[in-house]
């Protein structure tokens, strides 16, 4: 069977405050495995209206809600590590981050890094101490990530970036683009084999 001359690129727009973007990482993951797919990650600013402090998460009741009932069924042993979230978390400071982390060659490592201290270890990533937390298990240095985030060009370019996302008209999170084809949110791994081989693109261990 043959492969495609180029490597697959895949674009996802998501934001680190949304569930379903955080368990879609192992499918994405999955791609950069099996099909040396190219992928770049986007942001799409989930809550425009939240705060750098954040809001206050109000329960008003113990019941599971739908989008927690989705992730325990879909993805049990991520779900079972989740921590609740206190309050919706400011996400455009993260933004400028991953712009850094991509110029440096770290964009994956610190995507995994924020979405695990935001979901797992129930960290505040609108905070900059986070995020240099974050940079650091990316193996990025941690001042000048602060330094370059805060007073360098990366502000102005998650700016640039949200927009471009919101002229594309994407309004679903994740929104991911495989090749030619828009797949909106969390969908299994065999959709996204099924979207490739029509495409022309089959897994390196498929090639012969």
Same mark, same amino acid.
């Given at each position: 069977?043959?492969?495609? @001359? ?28 099996? &099909?040396?797919? !190219?992928?770049?990650? /986007? ?19 113990? /019941?599971?809600?739908?989008?927690? !009932?989705?992730? /325990? ?8 590590? #989740? ?13 400028? *981050? %991953?712009? &850094? ?9 610190? $995507? $995994? ?52 996302? #919101?002229? @594309? *008209? ?5 929104? #991911?683009?495989? *090749? !030619?084809?828009? #797949?909106? *949110? ?9 979207? %490739? ?7 390196? !261990?498929?090639?012969?």
């Amino acid at each position: 069977m043959e492969t495609s @001359l180029q490597p697959v690129k895949v674009v996802v727009f998501a934001d680190f405050s949304c569930p379903y973007s955080f368990i879609a990482q192992t499918q994405i993951d999955r791609l950069m495995d099996d &099909y040396d797919a !190219k992928v770049l990650w /986007r942001p799409h600013l989930l809550h425009p209206e939240v705060p750098p402090e954040g809001i206050p998460v109000t329960r008003t009741s113990d /019941r599971e809600s739908p989008s927690q !009932k989705w992730l /325990r069924e879909m993805a049990p042993e991520t779900a079972a590590k #989740i921590k609740p979230l206190k309050k919706r978390q400011y996400t455009f400071l993260s933004f400028a *981050g %991953l712009e &850094y982390a991509m110029d440096h060659g770290k964009l994956h490592e610190f $995507r $995994r890094a924020v979405f695990d201290t935001m979901w797992i270890e129930g960290g505040d990533i609108g905070e900059i101490e986070t995020l240099q937390g974050c940079a650091q298990k990316a193996g990025l240095d941690a001042e000048d990530f602060a330094r370059e985030v805060l007073e360098g060009p990366y502000v102005q370019r998650a700016l640039e970036a949200v927009q471009s996302a #919101i002229d @594309l *008209g994407v309004n679903q999170t994740p929104t #991911i683009i495989l *090749g !030619k084809t828009a #797949i909106l *949110g969390w969908h299994y791994y065999e959709v996204y084999q099924t979207v %490739l081989e029509k495409q022309g693109y089959f897994p390196k !261990k498929a090639s012969t």
